[in-house]
């Protein structure tokens, strides 16, 4: 039968979250973007106060500080954090777009419909322009969708992970439709097409990055400076009612202190994230400022490096690892501040995939993990606090990096791991630190952050520990896996791939594959000069027409 997805006009503009992030071209697109992959994030001088659109000086300006994410122009075909800004500040849209509940429905398009997941007709609203003022035709769409597949990273980030190469796209632009026939099916194909890469760009329009790129959102770039951030006026074109601001300042803020820090100066309005628990509580207590918390959809975990001869192969190790360190306690002290959510599995509790089925055979019990490893023999024969194994003391690098209080929960972890008798390195540097030493396999245990449901579901994020999916960066094998996975691959039944997964989140708990930190809780404050903000689940939607200024 005929499936159509009849997608409202009414859907509420709905904003958002990552890694997101990725840090450079090859980043996954789970981690800031999943990919986050992590957020690259470059201070800026957050001492001085940030200049006014001189096209916008005699309106109303937001003043938004935040953490730079990329290297900084926002050509969605450059990296996936440069896609993610050019959305977050309010330049692209997409076709489609996502709700609190990460559910799909329409924006720049008004219905799709497909027969067979293979065929997508996809009709656009009309009379929606660019910002410089033409309209957004059919063709429009495909040339945009067609640029950034040719354009766009190679690597497990690229945009052709969303719409394929092999996907065929044909514009009508009498019937105001394009139609894309993809490769194989795809019942997520609107998820996909939501994706910050996947945003509608005007691209006969592209002259230079340093101007932006021509979008069909609410604001537009006026001016860049690099390392420090972006002027933005007001689209006049915008589609989807007034836009309440004339101009926007963004000033980049690499460290959370220096946003909370500027915020209560007033060199700010608005900032996101802030993740010092001191800062936060200091706003929540004081009447001028209104924080904003939300359940996201991100899962701080660190990769364990199971290849042979590293000694997290061990799977007794594992366990204990597991069994040792108190995931409750962490997330609950003075240092995290509950700004993450305690879990022991891969996806977050809030998501409908049966976490409250799932079962944890490694809850915490130091005495336990103790005699987990006494009972194999990895005990301490000589003394010095380190248990061996194979004859050799047990040193794990520890690789993480400052984002999102990974350092904090790697710091944590650590002494759990030396009362249980685990030596531990860290090595604590950038996010490209750590994405190279993951993909180099240079680890034991390597921290970070990801967006687990990027495009609306978790596929692509479990792909992870699929062993044949070049994304099994900590060399976990597991026949049971493997099968299930490629069971959801095929599997286009929502109910039966909801059990699938809730299968592999068990399996991945039972083999004690991950140590999970819990997951993050994003934040947006602002001071009195605002009337409304919000920070949703989908870290995508920042700077909207939800934003308003105080009355």
């Not at 052709?160 to 044909?170: N, S, V």
């Not at 972890?413 to 030396?418: A, K, Q, V």
Request: hydrophobic share 40%; proline share 4%.
């Amino acid at each position: 039968m005929k499936k159509v997805l009849a997608l409202l006009l009414a859907l509420v503009m709905l904003t958002a979250v990552l890694a997101g992030c990725g840090s450079k071209d090859a980043a996954p697109a789970g981690t800031d973007s999943a990919a986050d992959t992590t957020d690259t994030a470059t201070p800026a001088d957050s001492g001085d106060s940030a200049a006014v659109p001189a096209s916008a000086a005699s309106g109303k300006i937001l003043t938004f500080g935040c953490q730079m994410y990329s290297d900084g122009l926002i050509n969605p075909a450059s990296q996936i954090n440069c896609a993610w800004n050019c959305m977050r500040f309010g330049v692209g849209e997409a076709l489609f777009k996502f709700n609190d509940s990460m559910e799909v429905g329409p924006w720049l398009a008004e219905s799709a419909e497909t027969a067979d997941n293979i065929t997508w007709t996809i009709k656009l609203k009309d009379g929606i322009l660019f910002s410089n003022g033409d309209p957004m035709t059919a063709t429009k769409v495909k040339e945009s969708l067609d640029w950034v597949r040719n354009e766009g990273p190679n690597g497990s980030s690229a945009p052709q992970k969303y719409l394929p190469f092999e996907a065929e796209i044909t514009a009508d632009d009498a019937a105001n439709t394009i139609t894309i026939v993809l490769p194989t099916a795809n019942m997520n194909l609107l998820g996909n097409l939501a994706y910050p890469v996947m945003e509608i760009i005007d691209v006969a329009a592209i002259t230079d990055f340093d101007s932006g790129v021509i979008g069909t959102g609410p604001y537009m770039v006026s001016k860049f400076t690099d390392q420090v951030g972006y002027e933005m006026v007001k689209n006049p074109n915008y589609w989807d009612g007034a836009v309440p601001y004339d101009g926007v300042t963004i000033t980049f803020m690499g460290d959370a202190s220096a946003k909370a820090n500027a915020l209560k100066a007033g060199q700010v309005d608005l900032v996101e994230n802030i993740t010092n628990v001191a800062d936060l509580q200091s706003l929540q207590a004081d009447s001028n400022f209104t924080v904003d918390i939300a359940s996201g959809v991100r899962c701080g975990f660190s990769w364990m490096n199971q290849a042979e001869g590293r000694p997290l192969a061990n799977d007794t190790l594992r366990q204990a690892i597991l069994m040792a360190i108190d995931y409750k306690t962490i997330c609950a002290s003075n240092t995290i501040g509950n700004l993450y959510t305690p879990g022991f599995s891969v996806l977050p509790s809030t998501l409908a995939y049966g976490y409250d089925k799932l079962t944890n055979p490694w809850e915490t019990n130091m005495d336990g993990a103790k005699k987990l490893l006494d009972d194999v023999g990895i005990v301490d024969t000589d003394g010095d606090g380190i248990r061996e194994l194979d004859g050799q003391n047990i040193n794990l690098t520890y690789v993480s990096y400052e984002n999102r209080m990974l350092n904090d929960f790697s710091d944590a972890h650590t002494l759990y791991l030396t009362e249980l008798g685990i030596g531990v390195t860290a090595k604590y540097g950038s996010s490209d630190d750590q994405w190279n030493s993951l993909v180099a396999g240079e680890y034991d245990l390597n921290n970070n952050n990801w967006t687990t449901v990027g495009n609306g579901d978790p596929t692509e994020y479990m792909a992870n520990w699929y062993s044949k999916s070049g994304a099994d960066y900590c060399n976990y094998v597991s026949d049971e896996y493997d099968a299930l996975y490629e069971q959801l691959l095929e599997e286009t039944d929502s109910a039966k791939r909801a059990d699938i997964i809730q299968q592999l989140q068990q399996i991945l708990v039972d083999d004690a594959a991950v140590l999970v930190d819990g997951y993050y809780n994003s934040s947006m404050a602002y001071s009195k000069n605002v009337g409304y903000a919000h920070i949703h689940t989908a870290d995508y939607y920042w700077l909207t027409t939800e934003i308003t200024p105080a009355a």
